[in-house]
């Protein structure tokens, strides 16, 4: 499996990005797929997760409605739109697919559930 993310970058205070990680090697539409950040110093995150139902999703507590998931499976791709973007928001952003098929319901927000990972973007939003 291999996951390729794009779209970070240097933004300011109030901007929007839109993050996006094209997946291969696994039926792309079988397994929920998030987002995860890693800020310097401190653990790896959850952001957000879309289950193969594409209408699921989950977020983070700290999203509060700025972020949305979404997916495209005929184009076994899943994507962060990003907006009102903070400096606390800066990090490397990864997007990661589930180890097992999905089930209804829920995604997994679990980062123990997800077992392929993108090499990372970094998102920069400064004051």
């Known amino acids: 499996v291999q996951l390729q993310a794009s779209g970070g970058g240097l933004v300011q205070v109030g901007d929007s990005l839109r993050l996006s990680c094209t997946a291969s090697g696994r039926t792309f539409r079988l397994y929920d797929m998030a987002w995860f950040r890693q800020a310097p110093g401190k653990e790896r995150e959850f952001v957000a997760a879309?289950?193969?139902?594409?209408?699921?999703?989950r977020y983070g507590e700290f999203v509060k409605g700025r972020f949305t998931i979404s997916r495209d499976n005929a184009k076994d791709t899943v994507y962060l739109q990003m907006n009102s973007l903070t400096p606390e928001d800066t990090a490397v952003y990864y997007c990661?697919?589930?180890?097992?098929?999905?089930?209804?319901?829920?995604?997994?927000?679990?980062?123990?559930?997800?077992?392929?990972w993108g090499q990372g973007t970094q998102v920069t939003v400064s004051s």
């Open positions: 990661a697919q589930a180890k097992i098929s999905a089930a209804k319901g829920s995604p997994k927000v679990d980062i123990k559930d997800y077992g392929y």
């Open positions: 879309v289950g193969n139902f594409k209408t699921v999703t």
